[in-house]
């Protein structure tokens, strides 16, 4: 199985602060790494799939970087806002074919404070 | 597209009863996943489904959890019978066979066995 490690567990920031939540991966990649972002009492929804020709991806304030020399990513959060409160959670490439399952990370829960 | 649509959203239940979970797929997605989510454990794979046929069932904690896909539209997830420990939230997830393995989950059904 892939082993994926989230850092930090938890973190509080000020609103209109930014901040980065990491990544680290064990396995040799086969498919894209992912983010995904889960609001309390809700699903999991997807932020930025990057594929190995990508070292960075943007999507509005969110901004995820992989080296996958190293098999980490991060996401960086920029200009936090208070809808950002949630548990941000990395997918790491799957050693198998595209298309099937995922295993995710335990993600990072993210509070931010007026 | 309403989305993967679960039911029911929460489900409280004596311990030893039977509990069904239900999920109904993103239309012409051919992938169907069943995720099942706790504090200690995060996001696990039970089992997932391609075309309605079962492909993976290695994350079915013990014969007492079955699922069923029985058309394109419609699967479900029993757990007979329940017990405290099964308690967690049960994600349903959908994707398509082309385009890249984007999943997509429902809102999630919060069972609680007493």
């Known amino acids: 199985k892939n082993q994926v490690e989230q850092s930090p567990q938890s973190l509080i920031i000020l609103e209109g602060k930014n901040c980065t939540l990491q990544c680290n991966y064990t396995v040799s990649p086969f498919s894209n790494l992912r983010w995904y972002k889960q609001d309390t009492g809700r699903g999991p929804v997807s932020l930025t799939i990057m594929t190995f020709s990508e070292n960075t991806k943007s999507n509005g304030r969110y901004t995820a970087t992989l080296d996958a020399d190293t098999k980490q990513s991060s996401l960086h959060i920029t200009a936090s806002q208070l809808s950002d409160s949630a548990s941000y959670i990395c997918?790491?490439?799957?050693?198998?074919?595209?298309?099937?399952?995922?295993?995710f990370g335990k993600g990072t829960t993210l509070s931010v404070s007026s | 597209d309403a989305g993967v649509i679960q039911s029911p959203r929460h489900e409280v239940t004596e311990m030893g009863q039977e509990v069904t979970l239900r999920c109904k797929p993103i239309s012409g997605h051919d992938y169907l996943f069943w995720y099942r989510q706790t504090m200690m454990r995060g996001l696990e794979l039970l089992i997932y489904?391609?075309?309605?046929?079962?492909?993976?069932d290695s994350g079915m904690p013990e014969d007492r959890f079955s699922a069923k896909m029985p058309n394109a539209s419609f699967s479900t997830l029993k757990i007979q019978p329940s017990e405290p420990r099964d308690s967690a939230v049960y994600f349903c997830?959908?994707?398509?066979?082309?385009?890249?393995?984007?999943?997509?989950f429902g809102p999630g059904t919060r069972l609680t066995v007493t």
């Open positions: 489904f391609n075309n309605n046929v079962p492909i993976d």
């Open positions: 997830a959908s994707s398509l066979l082309a385009g890249g393995p984007e999943q997509y």
């Open positions: 997918v790491p490439p799957q050693s198998s074919q595209a298309g099937t399952a995922l295993i």
